[in-house]
């Protein structure tokens, strides 16, 4: 149990390392631009046409690369204050089952939406579907969309795991809440 907690401690973290810088680079990228362009529309009265998709896209991107990292945080959907009075009243076992509950449904909601999209993914490709501007091929958005599902979904899975092994060590009894938990 010990060896999988180990791996998987690992793997969140070179998640979080790759993934973090990755989407911070588009975002700030996407920031300079974005203020590059209010600078062209109001100083000089000229745009890129295509500037105002690549800045919605990349922002989107960014955050869809994010989204499993949060996840490996805990960082979603936090309601401390049902944690805090479940904890106040010594209901231990209800926040571990809940962890597992939440870990799992998580997993499954998005690693169904991962699944499912790339079919879309790949119709875009062979269609060369086009964004609204009609610059940008839609099928790397959706890519990256689909990438991060599938990235958080994939630290759900870990997370499952470990919360079953928490609960089944035993350390749900210790009192200590963690408050940014998903739950």
């Not at 810088?21 to 996407?30: E, R």
């Amino acid at each position: 149990m010990n060896t999988f907690l180990d791996f998987s401690e690992k793997l969140k973290s070179l998640i979080d390392s790759i993934f973090s810088k990755m989407a911070a680079i588009i975002l700030i990228s996407t920031l300079l631009f974005a203020l590059t362009e209010i600078t062209r529309r109001y100083i000089f009265s000229v745009v890129f046409q295509w500037g105002q998709d690549a800045v919605i896209y990349a922002m989107v991107s960014s955050i869809a690369l994010y989204i499993g990292v949060t996840q490996i945080k805990r960082g979603h959907l936090v309601m401390s204050a049902a944690l805090e009075v479940l904890n106040a009243y010594k209901y231990y076992r209800t926040i571990g089952i809940l962890k597992i509950f939440v870990s799992i449904s998580t997993f499954l909601f998005c690693g169904s939406l991962a699944v499912t999209g790339w079919p879309t993914v790949l119709k875009s490709l062979l269609r060369e579907t086009k964004t609204e501007s009609l610059t940008f091929d839609l099928w790397m958005f959706q890519f990256i969309l689909m990438l991060g599902l599938g990235i958080m979904a994939t630290v759900a899975f870990l997370q499952t795991i470990e919360d079953m092994i928490h609960y089944i060590q035993g350390k749900h009894l210790d009192g200590k809440l963690e408050l940014v938990s998903d739950v």
